[in-house]
């Protein structure tokens, strides 16, 4: 459990950091790019000091279900809406958004036993901790309002590189 808190802390910081890239360029989508892009090449260079590269299937690709091939898909859309979202919201409203998204999903695939999950029953303990969550958020939301509008209007977004582009 600690190295998942740990996970989770270092996790926080993804959608700042690459918020500050998002500004950095052009296009929220060149951001993304290049923060797959460098997690590729960590994950190319780990594999090949360890030996691991190139994959083995334990059995053929083609007999593997189709929607395994999406989860790089899935982390796309995560870092994109982050590089989009976490500059106009601030990172915790966004990841207690996220959080609870997750825990609400995971309830459902628990519970119907979907995507190789083994089946765990939507119990009233599990419902009133999901529940919890979504109460977290809408206090975590309610807040973030209050403090908009106690402050007047937020701050400006920074510039983006296509702004300043303009600008010249």
Do not use: K
């Not at 296009?27 to 892009?37: D, G, K, R």
């Not at 106009?88 to 409203?93: A, D, H, K, Q």
């Not at 303990?125 to 958020?137: D, E, Y």
């Amino acid at each position: 459990m600690l190295v998942g808190l740990a996970t989770g802390c270092l996790l926080a910081t993804q959608p700042s950091v690459n918020g500050q890239l998002g500004r950095s360029v052009a296009h929220p989508m060149q951001a993304s790019m290049i923060s797959f892009a460098s997690g590729a090449a960590i994950v190319f260079v780990i594999c090949l000091a360890m030996g691991r590269f190139p994959p083995e299937f334990v059995r053929p690709a083609g007999q593997l279900p189709w929607w395994i091939w999406f989860g790089g898909a899935i982390g796309v859309v995560m870092v994109t809406t982050s590089l989009i979202f976490v500059p106009r919201v601030g990172s915790l409203p966004w990841f207690a958004a996220v959080m609870t998204g997750q825990t609400v999903g995971a309830v459902i695939l628990d519970h119907y036993g979907w995507l190789g999950n083994p089946r765990a029953a939507a119990s009233p303990m599990r419902l009133l901790g999901t529940a919890l969550l979504i109460a977290g958020v809408l206090v975590i939301v309610a807040a973030q309002r209050q403090v908009d509008t106690t402050s007047g209007d937020p701050p400006p977004a920074e510039p983006t590189a296509s702004d300043q582009a303009t600008d010249r």
